[in-house]
């Protein structure tokens, strides 16, 4: 019994989470449909292969935000492609039982601690790469779940 109680809490606090503004402009982090490169939910077909994350929108340029007071876990590297360089950047993040990363930012910083709403880096500059894309940060949950729930 004792266990039950344990996991019905662990989900209910899971529940719980959500994910605040990630990018300025975009208060209500409304998610990338379809666009001639593809649909930004997850579990979208690329090739042979499943997306497995969610796109935020986000324009180049723009400020992006801690969603909840997070860990910065460092720096991460998005492709192995040098013709990709201009947008090869993210961060690892932890906060609210949640370990997560974010692709396509430039961190401010990349260790430490921030509150939810603070800055933590720009947007890169994605049409530089996939022109008519819709602009957006990929969040992918470290353990590669479907983060959709959290927002």
């Not at 503004?21 to 998610?31: A, F, I, T, V, Y």
């Not at 930004?40 to 090739?47: C, D, I, L, V």
């Not at 993210?90 to 692709?103: A, E, P």
């Amino acid at each position: 019994m004792r266990r039950l109680l344990v996991l019905l809490a662990v989900l209910w606090v899971c529940d719980a989470v959500k994910f605040g503004q990630l990018c300025s402009g975009n208060p209500s982090n409304s998610r990338r449909t379809s666009d001639r490169w593809g649909q930004g939910q997850y579990g979208a077909g690329r090739g042979t292969r499943l997306h497995q994350g969610l796109d935020i929108k986000c324009s180049d340029g723009a400020a992006v935000y801690a969603p909840f007071d997070v860990t910065l876990n460092g720096k991460l590297t998005v492709y192995t492609d040098p013709n990709k360089a201009a947008i090869n950047e993210g961060i690892n993040l932890s906060g609210q039982g949640l370990c997560f990363k974010m692709f396509y930012v430039r961190p401010d910083r990349t260790s430490g601690t921030v509150r939810k709403g603070q800055r933590i880096g720009t947007m890169l500059p994605m049409q530089s790469v996939y022109p008519g894309i819709t602009s957006h940060i990929h969040v992918q949950m470290c353990d590669r779940s479907d983060p959709t729930p959290y927002f």
